[in-house]
Structures are given as structure tokens and as C-alpha cells.
């Protein structure tokens, strides 16, 4: 089965940046690692909910400024300012770099221009500040298949699916990868 080009760019964007499909209010007493407890169960029924939470409580880095880049980069980026978002994102890596989601950012734009070495190195380090990143995990996976490490993406879509079990577009993903990796197989 083969997902064209395109179709893996925005389902990868979608994961990798968070793009939350419901706006889910974010509570002061709940961390991010609550949320993505409750989304490693395989039976979550509500996992969308779930998963936009997660989203949202990245995206905030508790500084105004650090914010305010993030959402400048994200919107240049959606309105293809590629010179911008770089500029925005940089800025932001370089101002809060504990961020996570600062360098995932800037990854998903090095990615979208199929730059795929700056986009490896900021996913390190997205997974050095948050480990159950699964967007950064699936986006690497999907890099990493498209450089022919069939292993290294393989790893990386089983890590991301362990992570958000309910997730349809990670479970694809591995699946696809393991039908081919059957074929070859035979």
C-alpha cells in the first residue's frame, strides 16, 4: 500500500505539530503526563480529547515571548512563509531552548521542505525534553522510511503507537511498514 507524497505531508504535520481538531480548555491541574497516561490505554474511548489536551499543554512553554513565536512560526508556516517560520522558530529555539515543543516545530518545518538532517536533529531534541513525544516519533519514523531505515522506522512507529495505542494515522503507518516488511519477507 502506498500513501502518496502529500497525504503523508499533512497527516505527518498534523501529528508531528498537534493540530487539534477540538479546542479542549486547558486546566492548571493537569500536566501533560497525566493526559498521555490516560492515552497509553488502549481502550480510551475519548482519545481525541485526550490527544488535544496533550497538544495544547505542549504548546504552552509558560513564557509569553516563547509563546507568541511559537504561534508566529506555526502561522507563518501554515501560510507557507518558510523564511519566516525559520526565523520565528529559530528565534524560539534559541530563546526557551528547554522547550520541547519549540524545536518540534521548527522540525515539522524542516520536514515540510523534506530537509531531513535539521529535522532528525531537532526530533533528538524534542525526544531529549519530551521522550513520549509521539508526533516527533511518527515524523521521524516517516523520514526515516523515506531514507530506506526500514529498522530505525520501524522502531519508530512501534514507540509512537506504544505511546497513543488509539492513534489511527501511527497505527497506518506501522501497519503499512509491516505488510511491506512481510512482502519482502516472502
Known amino acids: 500500500m502506498t ?3 502529500p497525504i503523508i505531508n499533512a497527516l505527518v504535520a498534523a501529528v508531528f505539530c498537534g493540530i487539534p481538531l477540538l479546542a479542549v480548555p486547558v486546566s492548571a ?4 503526563d497525566d493526559f498521555l497516561d490516560r492515552l497509553a490505554d488502549p481502550e480510551l474511548r475519548n482519545w481525541d480529547v485526550v490527544e488535544a489536551d496533550v497538544y495544547q499543554r505542549w504548546q504552552i ?12 512560526g506555526m502561522e507563518a508556516m501554515a501560510s507557507e512563509d518558510y523564511a519566516a517560520a525559520y526565523d520565528h522558530l529559530t528565534a524560539l529555539t534559541d530563546h526557551a531552548p ?6 518540534n516545530a521548527r522540525a515539522t518545518l524542516f520536514f515540510e ?4 538532517g535539521p529535522a532528525i536533529a531537532d526530533i533528538q531534541r524534542v525526544l531529549a525534553l ?11 519514523g516517516v ?4 531514507m530506506g531505515n526500514i529498522d530505525g522506522a520501524l522502531a519508530a512507529y512501534e514507540a509512537a503507537h506504544a505511546i497513543h495505542p488509539n492513534q489511527p494515522d501511527i497505527r497506518r503507518l506501522l501497519d503499512g511498514l509491516r ?5 519482502e519477507a516472502l
Do not use: C, K, N
Not at 521542505?113 to 531531513?116: E, F, G, L, W
Not at 519530551?130 to 521521524?140: D, M, S
Open 3 to 5: 500513501i502518496q507524497r
Open 29 to 32: 491541574q493537569s500536566t501533560a
Open 61 to 72: 512553554s509558560g513564557s509569553a515571548a516563547a509563546d507568541y513565536l511559537l504561534r508566529r
Open 98 to 103: 528547554e522547550f520541547a515543543e519549540g524545536w
Open 113 to 116: 521542505q523534506q530537509m531531513y
Open 130 to 140: 519530551e521522550p513520549r513525544h509521539f508526533g516527533a516519533l511518527t515524523g521521524l
Open 143 to 146: 523520514m526515516l522510511e523515506d
Open 179 to 183: 505488510v511491506q516488511l512481510e512482502g
